[in-house]
Structures are given as C-alpha cells and as structure tokens.
C-alpha cells in the first residue's frame, strides 16, 4: 500500500493556461514558487513547481488566480513521459491537483465612490457607540476572507454602548466593489428579542448564514442602527470593513444561486 500526497503554497509566476483537450474537457497548467524551509548564507530559495489542473478546479484557476498570487494546492505527484527536441526521452513529474484555495491575506477593499454609499448620515456622536473585534469566520471556525458557496460562515462583532439606546438594531450588508448593496440583513428583521442598553454595555453580535452568492469579490459593512421617535438613527457604521471573496465552482445567472434541482426526460422519436 502507497501513499502519494503533496501540500503546496507557493506563488503563481505567470498567468495560468486554460486548454481544453479535443473531446472539451478543460485542464489548466501553471506553475508555483514554493519557498524552502531553511536559508543559505540569509538567502532563501525557492523550488519551482508545476501543476495541473482539470475541468471545473482548471476554471476555477484561471478565472480567480493570477501572476503572483498565493495559492494552497493539494493533490498528488504524477510523472509523465515525453520526448525532447532531439528524440530523447523524458519523464517530468507534476502536481495533479485535487483541491486548490486562496491563501492570500485579505486584500485592501477598493475604493468606493461617496454618493454609492447607503442614504443615512451618521447623526449621533461617534463615541456613543463603538464597533470592535470585528470577525468573519468559516464553516471550520477558523478567521477568514474567503468563503465558499454552499457553506454556513458567521459574521461576528463586539458593540460597546456610551449612552442610553432604547432598541438597537444591528445590521450587516454585503456590496458589490462597485457600491452595489446585494444582500444583509438586521436584527430587526430577524426578529431579535434586543434590550435596551446602557452606558457600558456591550453587546456581542453574530450572524450566521449559508453563503449564496455568486463567486467574486464584496464588500462587507456593518452599523448600529435605531429609531427615536419615527427618526431613523445611525449610530455607528463601519464602511466597506472587509474584503470578501467568494468561492465558487458552478456560478448561475445574476447575483443568487437559487440553488435549483434539475431533472431531464428525453423522449426520443
């Protein structure tokens, strides 16, 4: 009994190639720097490796990943044959990968024009309420900035209270990188039993979900909200805190997967 297994994380040194072979299965080849665990005279190397991908994880590559990113790879060393230039026989040896994921640190959210941004001004004195320890957290309970469609991830915050607020509300909204609001939600509509809170009160918030979206790249913010009288008050609001990519081997059309079961009958003449 053998066992073939490789983990990589290394850098993209070129854009990666999408082909398809002749009966239109899609294989994606590029080729990673994985640096060494120890150094030389204070310079370390790297080893230069190449690895191929196949039908949905080779789209996957190479409409996601590009020159210089940071890649995880995981998959199997699969040695193929080939004859050089001269009619000399080779064999290289390549990673087949099984699985690929971000390994980046979370991105710097671009930029987000001022009139793109929600309709309501701040109109209570920052210190009255403050926004910390701000989480976005996998399926796994690990800290992160990359989710994949189709698994449950939470969104997590710490809210601490200067003043006297009657009904809180905590709300959340995921954006497009262009300012485009396509999602979130609140407490309020959630239905949330939430107490009045005082000076020195502090509030731990969490909203878990199944990520629908499709793949790409959002915007998350998030703010404390509430209603003196009829007027609606925002308290505090974090713009565009986190930069979120979303993983995903099967998009559908617009900004949802609903998530449909389909089933064919073919009737033939």
Known sequence: MGLNVVALLGRLVA???????PS????????IAVDRSYSKDGERKADFIDIVTWRQ??????????????????????????????GNKRTAFEVV???VH?????????KVDAQRRDPFKTNAAAADVQQDDFAVIDEYGSYTSCIQKGTSFTIRSKVQ??????GPIFTYTFKTVQGTAVTGTNTMY?????KPVGDGDVYDVSFTQKMTLQGGEYLISMSCTGFEGEEHVVYHRLYNIANITVIS?????????????VETSLTRA
């Not at 854009?15 to 072979?21: F, G, K, M, V």
């Not at 971000?102 to 671009?110: K, N, V």
């Not at 209270?161 to 009657?166: K, P, R, S």
């Open 97 to 99: 990968a099984g699985g």
């Open 190 to 194: 959630e239905g949330c039993d939430i």
């Open 57 to 86: 994880t080779a789209e996957f590559v190479c409409k996601y990943f590009h020159k210089g990113s940071m890649i995880a790879v995981n998959g199997s060393i699969q040695p193929r044959n080939y004859e050089d230039k001269n």
């Open 161 to 166: 209270f200067h003043t006297d607020i009657q």
């Open 249 to 261: 081997n099967k998009n559908t059309v617009g900004v949802y997967d609903m998530e449909s079961e």
């Open 102 to 110: 971000f390994a980046s640190p979370a991105r710097e959210a671009p």
């Open 24 to 31: 239109g299965v899609a294989t994606c080849t590029f080729r």
């Open 15 to 21: 854009e990666p190639e999408l082909r398809h072979t």
